[in-house]
């Protein structure tokens, strides 16, 4: 039926939803010819994703467009949990250059695809554990999105670490209650923080982005 109702469908799946570290979707084919490889295309950016192999979701566009907004030029920025890349593509517009990690050798993959469809050359991919980025030695970071948000905030100090004084984080978590997570956030930085609600996920539940300003004492 949806098939007949949208002529331009290649394929129908069935969810089960997302699971596991890499938060994949099992999906069932039942109907159509076609894979469940597809590209999605958002305010001009191309992402060739898999849902079945790693994950991606079209619902946060309008969150990556808010933040490319408050990209000023020349910034480096990480990308601590990048999947097929729509935050890293996205900023890499106006950003000198983006570090994009993922533990999920598929998700570096389509990452190192969407690189290339889109020309984004100032996006540099990892495979890489955002547990270990701290060991790399690199220069402090402008700018960093943390977009696990099962998981983002038991990272937040090593992000912390990453992060120049003044630099900003992006930290996504799913949460229960308004301010669930400022004591953690407190616990490494006296910094502004602003809170947003980014979408509803289940009854009581919903995706929220703390807006977080680094402030490093002694600096
Ligand atoms: N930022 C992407 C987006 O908006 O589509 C992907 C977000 S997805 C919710 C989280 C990603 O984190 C997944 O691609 C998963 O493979 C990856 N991941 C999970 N644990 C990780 C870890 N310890 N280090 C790096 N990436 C990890």
Known sequence: AMMEATP?????MMDSGVKGEFRVRELE?????????????????????DPSLVYFNPRLATERA???LSVKGGEKIIDMFAGVGPFAITLARKARVVFAADLNPAAVHL???????????????????????????????????????MA???FLATAAGLCRDGGTIHLYALQE??????????????????????????PGKWHAVYDITVKKEGC
């Open 8 to 12: 331009s469908l290649r394929t129908v």
């Open 111 to 149: 990452l190192v695809h969407n690189i290339a469809l889109n020309r984004a050359a100032n996006v540099i991919p990892m495979l890489a554990d955002a547990a270990h980025l701290a060991r790399i030695g690199f220069e402090p970071f402008d700018r960093i999105i943390m977009n696990l948000p």
């Open 177 to 202: 209650e308004e301010g669930e997570y400022l004591p953690l956030i407190r616990a490494v930085t006296s910094g502004e923080v602003t809170e947003r609600m980014v979408r509803t996920y289940s």
């Open 29 to 49: 084919k039942i109907a159509g010819t076609g894979t469940s490889e597809t590209v999605h295309k958002e305010f001009g950016v191309r992402i060739t994703v």
């Open 152 to 154: 983002a905030p038991q």
């Open 66 to 68: 808010r933040v490319a």
